[in-house]
Structure formats: C-alpha cells, structure tokens
C-alpha cells in the first residue's frame, strides 16, 4: 500500500518539472521573439544604409559636402526614430538581467543599427560617434536607456562602418572634389584602424573586423593612388582633373557594362547547351 508521503512527494516533484517547463517555454518564446526583433531592425538599419549611399550620389553636380551630409542625416531621422521605436518595444523583454542572457540574440541588429547610425553621424559632422551619443539614441525622452549599450557591440558597429566608407570614398572619386574626399576618408579610415588595434586583446571578434578594416582601407588607398598616378600626367587646375577623372571613370563603366553582356549571353547559352545534352 502506497503511503500519503509518497503521494505528496510525487505531486511536489511534478509541480517542480511544470514550473521548469514553463520557464523553458518562456525563455523559448522570448528568445525567438528576440531573434525576430533583431531581423528586423537589422533589415531596417540596412535600408538605412542604402538610403544613406543613394542620398551622397543622387546629385552628381553637386560637390559641397555640408549641404550632402545635411541632407542625407534629414532623411535618416524618420528611418532611425523608426528602428529606435523598435529598441523601445524590446525594453521590458530585457529588463533587468536578461539582456546579459539574451546579449547575443540581439546583438546583430544592435551592430547593424550602430553602424548605419554612425555612418549617418559621419556624414553630417565628418567624426566618429561616441558611445554616450549611441546610448542617448537608446534611451527614452527621459534619459533612462532602454538597457546598458555593450562596449563590445559599440566597438564592432565601429568596425563595420569602415566598410561604409570603403564604398562612400570609391563611389566619391569621380565627383568634383571627390579626390579629396577619398583621401580625407582614407586618412579617417586608418586612424579608426589604429585605434581599434589597441582594443584587440580584450575583444576576440574586433581582431576579426580588423582584417576586414584591413582589406576597405587597401581598396580605398589603391583607388586613389591609381587617381594620383594617372593625374600627375596632366598638368591642369584641379577642376578640370575632377573633369578628366569623371569621364575617365564612365568610360571605363559603359566598357565593363558592354564587355558583361557577351559574358552573360555566353553563359547562358552554355547552359541551353548542358540542358540539351
């Protein structure tokens, strides 16, 4: 015959396993919840981005970088107020200690967010944004943050950013002025790279973003040393050198669109021909 201890100890064991199933579900449910949210706002930072790149570019003619940064952080606000909203939503989903359980399911769209807003912030003031300023933007009317900023998240949006600049500085080139630019955001590209390298050591994944860093400030050093080679040849004012740079530099476009097609059209049929076989 069973006892009644035996019966209540049972009951006290299963109570026990409901309650951990319950929390398991519950951590479940919010990581997923959480992997979701970070998506989507890394998905909306990039658009930023784009948003960002096609703003600098749209108006050939125009050369003052003021007006361009300007412009470009004016229509960035909506798009940041928009992911910001988000980081909002996230706040009681990470009260309290759980952002430090749930640092790496959010931690993608948290870079991804930091790069576009520090690429936003370097247009408009041509400098690096600091940590305080990234914290602000994750923070309510109030001043009270929405959780605590990692250091390391801050450094590795950093990081990204070079890439950023890689391509803002290539696509300056044939621009009037666009000379100068790249080789001011080159300058920009290898003092963060400096700096970054003393923090190596205590962050793992910023070692890994530095031989990324690495490879954007050799592209942006390459293009413009060509530029500077193929320009000491002629002897004219810098305007007309921006000139020769732009034409030279469609020219070589309109050859690699036109020499892409035969390519394309070859490949094609190469694999009409496999299909037939």
């Known amino acids: 015959m069973t006892s009644p201890r035996t019966f209540v100890s049972r009951d006290s064991i299963l109570h026990a396993f409901e309650q951990f199933r319950d929390e398991l579900d519950d951590h479940n449910d919010r990581r997923e919840r959480l992997i979701k949210s970070s998506r989507d706002i ?18 050939p003619t125009a050369s003052d970088d003021h007006v361009l940064g300007a412009r470009a952080a004016a229509r960035a606000k909506g798009k940041l107020r928009e ?5 909002a939503a996230l706040r009681e989903e990470l009260a309290g200690d759980r952002f430090w359980r749930y640092q790496r399911n959010v931690s993608p769209g948290l ?12 247009l408009e003031h041509r400098s690096l944004i600091s940590y305080n300023q990234v914290q602000s933007t994750l923070s ?34 044939p621009r009037r002025g666009g000379r100068q630019k790249a080789a001011d955001v080159c ?6 790279k400096a700096d970054f390298e003393g923090l190596t050591p205590y962050f793992k994944e910023l070692r890994k973003k530095q031989a990324v860093t690495t490879q954007s400030l050799e592209k942006i050093e390459d293009a413009a040393y060509a530029v500077v080679v193929r320009t000491s040849e002629y002897d004219m004012p810098p305007e007309l050198l921006d000139d020769l740079v ?3 530099m469609s020219r070589a476009a309109d050859h690699s669109m036109y020499g892409e097609e035969p390519r394309r059209k070859r490949a094609r049929e190469s694999e009409y021909d496999m299909d037939d076989d």
């Open 42 to 59: 890394t998905n909306l930072s990039k658009k930023l981005i784009f948003l960002l790149h096609r703003t600098v570019t749209e108006d």
């Open 83 to 87: 992911i910001q909203s988000h980081f």
């Open 111 to 122: 870079q991804e967010y930091i790069e576009a807003l520090s690429f936003a912030h370097y």
């Open 140 to 173: 309510d009317p109030e001043g009270n943050p929405y959780f605590v900023l990692p250091l390391e998240d801050y450094l590795l949006g950093l990081a990204d950013l070079t890439g950023e600049l890689m391509r803002f500085a290539i696509a300056a080139i």
């Open 187 to 192: 300058a920009f590209v290898r003092s963060c």
């Open 246 to 248: 732009a034409q030279t």
